[in-house]
């Protein structure tokens, strides 16, 4: 069995949850007055309301996690949500968590929920509590993901970063022109993830340095026809097209590369594939001066609902599948779940410190960056995100010039914009981008 400093996985989350039931967010459960409590072992325990929006395919290793680490039942609704599918509305999810005690969800739909107020954000004393149990959250996750508006309004469960994977060693990239000739040099042996609902991921990858992001700040108007765009699109679509294989996910281009096929790429890991320690793993072209950090806006989080009718094991639940060292087992079989936390070091019984992978270590070293750009955290974000990531598979299969691809999505989002509302939706980015009004 693992351990954290001595103490078993199942011990650490109890020890942290009896130490805190009391400051638990969510509902509160009592005794009526002058009745003599149940003994635990002869109360029925209801099950644990949960909704989880995401990969269906994921839902077992959830409930194996669970299993290891507490007995209670759990009743989870379901609600298929992929980038390369339309999934669930803002309006489906808000009304789902309406009626559950916790939720798995993406980042991006979190402004969302909390405009609905249908979940509580986690005061300043549990915060303080899981950050002494099971370490401090990176600079980075905490920043682009924990907090929104000044609070912590949930528990972050991954932060993957995109790497340029390799083969063999190679020297950083001061630029994405010098990653087109290092592609150019390798016989095109190279990919970037460009399957339907990654071609946006990509495309957002290589415009992390430019000055305007996304969005004018004081009207919401979109910046991506700007020239950097479509320099960074048309730049895009060349190096796409020196390459043998088009139209994959990053798990494909893990893979091709992994196997030789590929001598690289760009890409993110793939759950089974991130402890192969033949492969480097480095920074994405660029410069160095000041870098940023963007969080996939699918990256998952755990959020408390309001209607919560069980806090504790609410809490336990959430500690356990997706924070501390205690849940990698669990959190090593999704691909977009990882180390968000600086935690104690796992060690086996044999008291020997589990070793990471060249991808682990660099993900430590991404996250503790605390610049960080917010994604597309925005109301009805799903269909923001499926404009710009058709509108760049259009210009990478040349049916549009990159400069006709982006000044479609201005003109999409903009009326995406006006459909939501823009006064509530410049709310919603402002907070985004730290400003409370």
Known sequence: MLTVDGVTRRHM????????????VGCHQSEPEGQQAVPEADRVKIPLRVVYAGEIGDLDVIERGWGSISDHPLEIQSLKLTRDSSGVSDSELVSACARCDVAIVPLSLLPALRQADAIVPLSKTVAEQADRDLGNLYPAVRNAAAVFAGEMICMPFGAIQPCLLTNDPVSHLDSWEA???LVQSWGGLAAEPTAVGWAAVSFLMRCLEHERWLFEGDSLTPVLS??????????????????????????QVWESVASGALKGGVTLPSANLMLDANLSVNRLPGGLELEKIMLDPFSPVGVFSASCRQTAIA???????????????????????????RSAVLVQETGSPVLQSSYEQFLVERLSQPVTLPSLQILEAKQYFDVLDQQVRLALLGENSPSESLVGVCDQWDALTEQVGRDEQMKVWKRINGVIS
Do not use: K, N, W
């Open 226 to 251: 700007d020239a950097s765009y479509v320099e960074a699109l048309e730049l895009m679509v060349r190096t796409c097209h020196r390459c043998q294989y088009q139209a994959l996910t990053p798990g």
């Open 13 to 24: 989350l109890g020890a942290t949850l009896m130490s805190s039931f009391g400051l638990a």
């Open 179 to 181: 990653y087109d000739e």
């Open 315 to 341: 809490r336990q639940f959430v500690l356990g599948i997706g924070c501390g060292d205690g849940s990698q087992s669990v959190r090593s079989q999704f691909s977009s779940m990882g180390s968000v936390r």
